[in-house]
Nanobody, 121 residues
Framework: QVQLVESGGGLVQAGGSLRLSCAAS????????MGWYRQAPGKQRELVAT???????NYADSVKGRFTISRDNAKNTVYLQMNNLKPEDTAAYYC???????????????WGQGTQVTVSS
């Protein structure tokens, strides 16, 4: 079994910064794409950023130039550096990973439990 554990959320003023982390733990697996999604109250979950195992990145237009996604493959960890935060960035942020269990030719979609980011104006 694989678990994704997020950390780094909190309350910050507009213009401030936060760094989210998500570490995958377990055994006999490897990870393909990792990413961050967010969901604000009353809204659908939306993509924030993704990063492939080779380091290719993709960002939502709303965060381009402000957020940076990165990963440490040796630690099975993905990060989201969020700068110049805005009140509209307030949401629960969820880590996502494509996980392949060694010995099984199946790609599983794993999610973290979510971490709250609140940006005050």
């Amino acid at each position: 079994q694989v678990q994704l554990v997020e950390s780094g959320g909190g309350l910050v003023q507009a213009g401030g910064s936060l760094r989210l982390s998500c570490a995958a733990s377990g055994s006999d697996f490897y990870i393909t794409t990792m990413g961050w999604y967010r969901q604000a109250p009353g809204k659908q979950r939306e993509l924030v950023a993704t990063i492939s195992s080779s380091g290719s990145t993709n960002y939502a237009d709303s965060v381009k130039g402000r957020f940076t996604i990165s990963r440490d493959n040796a630690k099975n960890t993905v990060y989201l550096q969020m700068n110049n935060l805005k009140p509209e960035d307030t949401a629960a942020y969820y880590c996502n990973a494509g996980v392949v269990l060694i010995g099984y030719d199946v790609l599983y979609d794993y999610w973290g439990q979510g971490t709250q980011v609140t940006v005050s104006s």
